[in-house]
């Protein structure tokens, strides 16, 4: 159980810095993903392929 839910953890940290690194490199041509637990539940349990939706979507929206 304990490793389970340290996988879980490690996962959502990843996600956060993976959201937050693009965030900073991506702040200049004007695309920006909210920190959230949407987002960051969405990037954990999807990965990449989910952070790329994100990234459709916001650029769709605006």
Request: proline share 3%; net charge positive; hydrophobic share 60%.
């Amino acid at each position: 159980m304990k490793i389970k839910l340290g996988v879980f953890l490690r996962k959502i940290v990843f996600s956060f810095g993976i959201i937050y690194g693009i965030n900073i490199m991506l702040k200049n041509v004007g695309i920006y993903i909210p920190i959230n637990f949407f987002t960051l539940g969405f990037t954990t349990f999807l990965g990449a392929p989910g952070l790329l939706t994100l990234f459709a979507i916001s650029y769709l929206i605006a």
